[in-house]
């Protein structure tokens, strides 16, 4: 896959997690203006490969704010990122005017949480930019009963939308959204046969760190995040999005080493 001008291949990539939001679940990762260069330098020097930037909370009851909030949280630290610094940058938004301005600031690939289906631009702008686009699976009711279906008919409708738009296909990765839409059984049958989705065509995103299917406290949640990540490594996934990135590099580092 391609974001930005490099190649990810035959690996396991870390994207680091960098919220710009005062409620995002793990209060660990929000960033202000003020720390995001901080933050991203020690990213990158623990082995980030791509900047995730957040500038809305997608957590259980999140509030939702509008799209020129979003760029009025995200406008200054994205420049600041770009400016400073040569990694790949993925802007999470499922709004296609977030994602224009995103773009137009240096952003690399969009991360869309409602897979291209929120904005019916969004497909789009992003091809139009020539950019990069995570594609994640989510529904408006919980799903029931089977997931597989379900979770691979959306995927790969969305890969239709992306294509008949114009992104390459090369600049394409599937998320089957953990988290999202699912009961905690459901997400760890989604995370124990991830490598089901591979079938689709397209290199994986798997977001599982700290997240509620591993119970407890979310400060706790660190040793089954990876866990998750060497499930992933496992299923040759391309990228985990986490927030800590020492630890997970370490994990994907040891799994490569040993296998």
Same mark, same amino acid.
């Given at each position: 896959?391609?974001?930005?001008?490099?190649? &990810? #291949?035959?690996?396991?990539?870390?994207?680091?997690?960098?919220?710009?939001?005062?409620?995002?679940?793990? #209060?660990?990762? /929000?960033?202000?203006?003020?720390? @995001?260069?901080?933050?991203?330098? =020690?990213?990158?020097?623990?082995?980030?490969?791509?900047?995730?930037?957040? !500038?809305?909370?997608?957590?259980?009851?999140?509030?939702?704010?509008?799209?020129?909030?979003?760029?009025? /949280?995200? #406008?200054?630290?994205?420049?600041? %990122?770009?400016?400073?610094?040569? %990694?790949?940058?993925?802007?999470?938004?499922?709004?296609?005017?977030?994602?224009?301005?995103?773009?137009?600031?240096? !952003?690399?690939?969009?991360?869309?949480?409602?897979?291209?289906?929120?904005?019916?631009?969004?497909?789009?702008? %992003?091809?139009?930019?020539? !950019?990069?686009?995570?594609?994640?699976?989510?529904? $408006? $009711?919980?799903?029931?009963?089977?997931?597989?279906?379900? @979770?691979?008919?959306?995927?790969?409708?969305?890969?239709?939308?992306?294509?008949?738009?114009?992104?390459?296909?090369?600049? %394409?990765?599937?998320?089957?959204?953990?988290?999202? !839409?699912?009961? =905690?059984?459901?997400?760890?049958?989604?995370?124990?046969?991830?490598? /089901?989705?591979?079938?689709?065509?397209?290199?994986?995103?798997?977001?599982?760190? =700290?997240?509620?299917? &591993?119970?407890?406290?979310?400060?706790?949640?660190?040793?089954?995040?990876?866990?998750?990540? /060497?499930?992933?490594?496992?299923?040759?996934?391309?990228?985990?999005?986490?927030?800590? @990135?020492? #630890?997970?590099? =370490?994990?994907?580092?040891?799994?490569?080493?040993?296998?």
């Amino acid at each position: 896959m391609i974001i930005g001008n490099k190649k &990810f #291949e035959n690996y396991t990539y870390v994207m680091a997690i960098v919220n710009l939001t005062p409620d995002s679940f793990y #209060e660990g990762s /929000r960033n202000t203006e003020y720390t @995001v260069l901080k933050t991203c330098e =020690r990213a990158i020097k623990e082995g980030a490969s791509v900047i995730d930037i957040g !500038a809305q909370s997608t957590r259980p009851g999140y509030v939702e704010v509008s799209a020129d909030e979003e760029i009025s /949280r995200f #406008e200054r630290p994205l420049r600041l %990122i770009k400016e400073n610094f040569g %990694i790949p940058v993925s802007a999470d938004t499922y709004f296609s005017k977030s994602a224009k301005a995103a773009l137009e600031l240096g !952003a690399d690939m969009i991360n869309d949480v409602w897979g291209l289906t929120h904005d019916e631009d969004m497909a789009e702008i %992003i091809a139009k930019h020539k !950019a990069s686009v995570c594609i994640m699976h989510n529904a $408006k $009711k919980p799903l029931e009963g089977d997931i597989w279906n379900p @979770v691979m008919s959306f995927l790969k409708d969305s890969v239709s939308l992306a294509l008949g738009a114009g992104i390459e296909k090369d600049k %394409i990765c599937l998320d089957g959204g953990i988290g999202f !839409a699912k009961n =905690r059984e459901q997400n760890l049958e989604l995370l124990n046969g991830y490598d /089901r989705l591979s079938a689709l065509g397209y290199p994986l995103l798997l977001g599982t760190s =700290r997240k509620s299917l &591993f119970g407890g406290n979310i400060a706790d949640r660190l040793p089954q995040t990876l866990e998750s990540t /060497r499930l992933a490594a496992k299923y040759k996934t391309l990228f985990v999005r986490v927030h800590d @990135v020492k #630890e997970n590099v =370490r994990a994907v580092e040891e799994y490569y080493e040993h296998c």
